[in-house]
């Protein structure tokens, strides 16, 4: 089963999923915590070893970095959706809870 998997192992197929995206335009759904949850549209721009950084539009034009740890991914504290179906792109978090 999954869970069986340590978690550093995951945390590496999670950035070998991301690098497979990297320049795909993203849903980024974020708990803040506090009740505090911020969606934003951007690209994911760049992939590196311990995070991932993402590109957002702000107001007027502007844009804005936000970079998540992977670890966020596994605990369902980040989800990213594809932008044309609003499918969920990774379902780490959702295995990890089931059981």
């Known amino acids: ?17 991301f690098k497979t ?17 911020v969606e934003r549209a951007g690209t994911l721009v760049h992939v590196h070893p311990s995070l991932f950084v993402i590109e957002v539009e702000e107001r007027r034009g502007r844009k804005a970095r936000q970079s998540y740890q992977y670890v966020d ?9 594809d932008m044309n179906t609003g499918e969920r792109l990774l ?3 959702a295995e990890s809870s089931e059981e």
């Open 1 to 17: 089963m999954e869970s069986d998997i340590p978690s550093v192992n995951r945390i590496d197929q999670i950035r070998d999923e």
């Open 21 to 37: 995206l990297e320049g795909q335009r993203v849903k980024v759904r974020a708990n803040m915590g506090r009740s505090r949850i």
């Open 73 to 81: 991914v596994l605990t369902g504290t980040v989800e990213l959706y």
């Open 91 to 93: 379902e780490y978090a």
